[in-house]
């Protein structure tokens, strides 16, 4: 097993005063590692998918350590939507150019509400992706146990 090193940094100087910061994470446990870049069409696909076993292309639950999405396009955003089919729960998120996305597990709750302020937290079961206008370039690394 190893321990993934990660490091979050921004800087601004804003009227002559440094306001940024750094923050770093070292995340143990980690024995598997998947970096990729994939084609995002302007039609929602699946790009990540999580079950109760390891399986062609599907994470098992529990083991997600670290998730990076970088949308690489310098034009287009990209969408995602993280689902939880057995609840029906889903969320969406907006990457815009040059943004990145991170989760440090596969676990989520959604309130279409917005009323509940307790909510029970369940397994991520996809991660759907899909481009504004024009097909984008996605970068993801993954890290799991």
């Known amino acids: 097993m190893?321990?993934?090193?990660?490091?979050?940094?921004?800087?601004?100087?804003?009227?002559?005063?440094?306001?940024?910061?750094?923050?770093?994470?070292?995340?143990?446990?980690?024995n598997s590692?998947?970096?990729?870049?994939?084609?995002?069409e302007a039609t929602e696909q699946s790009i990540l998918l999580f079950g109760s076993a390891v399986?062609?292309?599907?994470?098992a639950d529990s083991t997600l350590k670290h998730l990076r999405l970088t949308n690489?396009?310098?034009?287009n955003f990209i969408q995602i939507r993280v689902v939880n089919s057995a609840d029906g729960q889903q969320y969406y998120a907006k990457?815009?150019?040059?943004?990145?996305f991170i989760l440090g597990n596969s676990q989520m709750y959604a309130?279409?509400?917005?009323?509940?302020s307790t909510g029970t937290i369940a397994?991520?079961?996809a991660i759907h992706a899909k481009a504004d206008t024009a097909a984008c370039e996605?970068?993801?690394f993954i890290a799991t146990t």
Do not use: C, Q, W
């Open 95 to 100: 990457i815009e150019p040059g943004e990145t």
């Open 138 to 140: 996605l970068e993801i």
């Open 55 to 59: 399986a062609a292309g599907t994470y």
């Open 2 to 30: 190893a321990t993934l090193k990660v490091t979050i940094k921004e800087e601004l100087i804003l009227n002559g005063k440094d306001m940024g910061n750094e923050n770093f994470l070292s995340i143990s446990g980690v």
């Open 33 to 40: 590692a998947e970096h990729r870049i994939i084609d995002v």
């Open 111 to 116: 309130d279409a509400t917005g009323t509940s």
């Open 72 to 75: 690489l396009d310098d034009t």
């Open 123 to 125: 397994n991520i079961d």
